[in-house]
Structure formats: structure tokens, C-alpha cells
Nanobody
Framework: QVQLVESGGGLAQPGGSLRLSCAVT????????IGWFRQAPGKGREAVSC????????YYRGSVKGRFTISSDNAKNTVYLQMNSLKPEDTAVYYC???????????????????WGQGTQVTVSS
């Protein structure tokens, strides 16, 4: 059974940091891209970042480049999203998802992610 479990969300002040974790069971990170997505209240879901252990490729949306860093620990089957210099507009529920190789393009479109976690709330406020 495939499971993705996010953790590490919470309340941070503007300029602060949080590290999200996505613990994956039931599949190998070598065969799946792991993506981080977020959805703010009243807004659509957007892709934040993703990583492929197979190719070493990463992706960041423009608004988080230079502030967020994605990494994977294949021994622990866990993907991390280090979020620094947080802004109020980063407030959202963050989800991780797994998309199996091969992908039609990089980063994979949302429809190519097969498994999703339940999400973790990130709130950036003073």
C-alpha cells in the first residue's frame, strides 16, 4: 500500500523557516518523481517544487526560487522541502505527491501524479 505522509508544517513568522517532510512507503523514490504542491484558501492548487532521484532533476516555481530547497533521502524514502525567508503569501496547505516514471515532460503535469498525501498546514504570519 502506497502512503505519503507530510509533516513539519506550522506557524512561522515572515522571514522564518520551516522544513516539510514527505515520508513515502510502498514505492521506490528511484521510480517516482516527488512533487510538493500547495493550495491557499480560495485559490487553486499550484506546483511548488519537485525532484527526481532517477535523473537528479529538480524544479521550483518562480516565486520560491532561491528560498525553497527540495532534497531526498532515498535511504529513508523521504523527501524534504526546506523553506526559508517565508512570506505571508506562502500560507497554504502543502501536499506531496508521487508520479511514476516515465513522465511526458519535466516537471510532470499534475495529472501524472498517482499518489497524494493528506497535506500539512503552513501559516506565515506575525
Amino acid at each position: 500500500q502506497v502512503q505519503l505522509v507530510e509533516s513539519g508544517g506550522g506557524l512561522a513568522q515572515p522571514g522564518g523557516s520551516l522544513r516539510l517532510s514527505c515520508a513515502v512507503t510502498g514505492l521506490s523514490l528511484d521510480d517516482y518523481a516527488i512533487g510538493w504542491f500547495r493550495q491557499a484558501p480560495g485559490k487553486g492548487r499550484e506546483a511548488v517544487s519537485c525532484i527526481s532521484s532517477r535523473s537528479g532533476s529538480t524544479y521550483y516555481r518562480g516565486s520560491v526560487k532561491g528560498r525553497f530547497t527540495i532534497s531526498s533521502d532515498n535511504a529513508k524514502n523521504t523527501v524534504y522541502l526546506q523553506m526559508n525567508s517565508l512570506k505571508p503569501e506562502d500560507t497554504a496547505v502543502y501536499y506531496c505527491a508521487a508520479g511514476g516514471w516515465p513522465w511526458s515532460t519535466w516537471p510532470p503535469p499534475d495529472r501524472e501524479y498517482d499518489y497524494w498525501g493528506q497535506g500539512t498546514q503552513v501559516t506565515v504570519s506575525s
